[in-house]
């Protein structure tokens, strides 16, 4: 990288910081206040001290979760920006001059959209689905506080209910399960329990839900054969192992719960349904979304390049306002597709897919008018 290059870059860096930054302050500034009396409840007996904290520690999860929200967009801005204090300095035209064309100059602005692309793929992989728990409940709420359960049918018919929720326990109190016959058992039979505790996955034994308290000897139970390879016996007299492929975050805000997976459990999902009455439209328009995103996010920078460096003498304030349109055109187009893919009329492959389609013919269309 050249001098100016490395200059380019580091502007990038900067302005994307501050960008962030600002962000995040504006939505803690304005969050906390609107949610300060259930922040006090929750720390009702800790103080002021105490209080911020609890807003400390709930907003670094939270900043997790915003630049994930808005890092793409952020991006593209952030390039915007860039070129068009470039411009404004006059600091493109001697560049121009030496022979450098723009696309060369905008190189490091490439650079800058890969590194952040990247930072959102880690933050996505590694940190997201670490603080899923502190994600998911609700203002002033904490990971060891009770949730509501929603409840849902697995695979197999079987309704999977209860009282509460703890997220960071992986537990729900009163659990039932309501068995269906004749599938599993002879006669229909509601299985409840003081307590069930979610088992993750591993090579030594299937997931599912290891019950305690349960309300009837699991010997009286008229389970078929396909009954007992699913609800298999502990070494408790009142305890019992349920086999299934629903998990404790299934349970609570299922509507968004999967998009604080990690892509590689998205993909077990996907492939591996849960219930016949929840739809996985949803899990795959979001897994196509994520594998599009960084390519969706260099087709808005091939775009703001020639429509911020414009061959014709016109006002960066006209450029900046005709850039952003055509930004919102392909930002609104995207959102249009996959709500319809969300709800089932376009397939998701194409509900990701068509924007950068849309984006990328863009770019090239608009390279025509780039200065040089």
């Known amino acids: 990288m050249t001098t100016f290059d490395r200059y380019l870059f580091m502007r990038f860096v900067y302005v994307f910081a501050v960008f962030f930054a600002a962000s995040m302050g504006l939505y803690a500034v304005i969050d906390a206040f609107t949610n300060l009396d259930d922040f006090q ?8 001290l105490g209080l911020l904290v609890f807003l400390a520690q709930h907003y670094v999860y939270q900043s ?26 006059g600091e493109l035209h001697p560049v121009l001059a030496a022979g ?29 689905p670490r603080i899923a728990i502190h994600l998911q409940g609700s203002h002033g709420d904490t990971a060891d506080e009770a949730q509501r359960v929603e409840p849902m049918y697995d695979a197999r018919g079987v309704f999977i209910s209860g009282k509460e929720l703890y997220l960071e326990t992986r537990l729900i109190s009163n659990a039932e399960f309501r068995l269906p016959a004749p599938a ?7 299985l409840q329990a003081a307590e069930a505790r979610y088992i993750q996955e591993s ?32 070494p408790d007299e009142d305890a019992a192992f349920f086999v299934t492929d629903v998990t404790f975050d299934q349970l609570y805000n299922r509507s968004s719960s999967f998009k604080l997976l990690s892509t590689a459990e998205l993909i077990r999902r996907i492939r591996r349904p849960t219930s016949r009455a929840v739809s996985s439209l949803g ?3 979001h ?14 920078l091939y775009m703001v390049i020639p429509l911020i460096v ?30 319809a893919g969300d709800s089932g009329l376009v397939a998701p492959d194409l509900a990701a897919w068509s924007p950068i389609i849309m984006g990328s013919t863009l770019g090239a269309w608009l390279s025509g008018v780039v200065r040089t």
């Open 41 to 48: 409840q929750a720390t009702r007996d800790d103080g002021s």
């Open 64 to 89: 997790s979760f915003i630049f994930d929200l808005l890092g793409p967009t952020m991006t593209v801005i952030s390039a915007l920006a860039v070129l068009g204090l470039t411009l404004r300095n």
């Open 100 to 128: 450098i064309p723009t696309y060369r100059v905008a190189r490091p602005l490439v650079l800058g959209v890969v590194l952040v692309s990247g930072m959102l793929v880690a933050n996505r992989e590694l940190i997201i």
């Open 184 to 190: 599993l058992v002879d006669d229909f039979v509601t």
């Open 203 to 234: 090579k030594q034994h299937p997931g599912g839900w290891a019950l305690k308290g349960l309300s009837q000897p699991l010997v009286e139970i008229p389970l078929t054969e396909a009954g007992r390879r699913l609800l298999q016996p502990l």
């Open 283 to 285: 899990q795959q328009v």
């Open 287 to 300: 897994l196509h979304v994520r594998l599009t995103q960084p390519l969706l996010t260099m087709c808005g």
């Open 310 to 339: 414009r061959r014709e003498r016109m006002n960066l304030v006209t450029n900046i306002a005709s850039c952003m349109a055509w930004l919102g055109v392909v930002f609104g187009f995207s959102l249009a597709m996959q709500l």
